[in-house]
């Protein structure tokens, strides 16, 4: 935890097709909000690609805080920047699930964001990194990344077009279910081999926010730095319908996970290539190829949350 002047220049920046569509009118009620309490803002919206966000550096860097109106795909997106520059982030949740956003308590409260801003304090937080086979430079993640179900289920989604609500999930989900199968993967910690060519769901956790109810990966943690991978052998369809029951109870899934944790972790892909869904988004919009190799590590500089 680290104190800062409370932020008196603010940019906000949302994300036109997160949720019903409705972000650009939060973001400028937000700013409406925020320059009646005698602060300077500027709202700008995000862009489509991961290499145009650059191109905010020279904005984030002239201001005190960024805030962020859109889903968890936004807030990835912008992490590079955000450890570069020191600029402190605050999510206001206007995506389906808004995970980073909700794993720090931040809502859709104009008072409560009002609040943050005179108490001035954050917490410094690590991200994931991306890299390997075909993959040009690092690509930056913070709650997690996965194969299986999810994936499958997000690569369906990541196919439309236009604003994205709860029943589009539910019907993309019903397509994976229907199609269900999982990678076949082996997996190394450190160096040291974990996973030998086994198949079933993996996932590589910065954050235990995903899924919070069923405590996947319950260890993950972004003030630590580490990866934490969680591995379930042999997953089947009976899995995601006990998760599912397990969600509406809200209670742990107590699946048969096994776990394992360091700062770097390798994952090479066997047949078939699979698609792989990072902060929910479809990677790349491109399945991993077979015979590939992921490489996830942890950041060397976090970012700045403020809380």
Known sequence: MINIPSPQKVLIIFN???????????????????????????????????????????????????V????????????????KTDTPVYMVPGGNESLFAR??????????????????????????????????????FFIMASMGFDSLTVKQIGKRIGP??????????????????????????????????????????????????????????PSVKKLVLGFLPGAKHQHELIKALRMLQHKPAGLPLQYFSGESISLTLHDPSYPLQVDGDYFRNRDIEAGSTIKFSISQKPIRVLI
């Open 164 to 221: 994205i609500n709860d029943s589009t999930y539910v019907r993309c989900g019903f397509n994976a279910l229907v199609s269900l199968h999982h990678p076949t993967v082996t997996a190394y910690i450190d160096g040291q081999t974990v996973i030998d060519r086994k198949s079933g769901y993996v996932i590589v956790a910065n954050s235990s926010a995903y899924a919070r109810n069923l405590q996947l990966v319950p260890t993950a943690n």
């Open 68 to 83: 962020v109106i859109g889903g968890d795909g936004t807030v990835r997106k912008l992490l590079p920047l955000l450890s």
């Open 103 to 140: 794993s720090y308590g931040m809502s859709a409260n104009t008072e409560d964001l009002l609040q943050a801003i005179t108490n001035g304090r954050c917490l410094e937080q690590f991200y994931g990194l991306i890299s390997g086979n075909g993959i040009q430079g690092e690509k930056p």
């Open 16 to 66: 036109p097709i997160s949720s019903a569509g409705n972000t650009e009118s939060l973001a400028h009620e937000y700013g409406e909000f925020l320059a009646n309490h005698g602060i300077a803002v500027e709202v700008s919206e995000s862009k489509k690609k991961m290499k145009s966000y650059k191109l905010l550096e020279t904005d984030i860097t002239g201001h005190d805080l960024l």
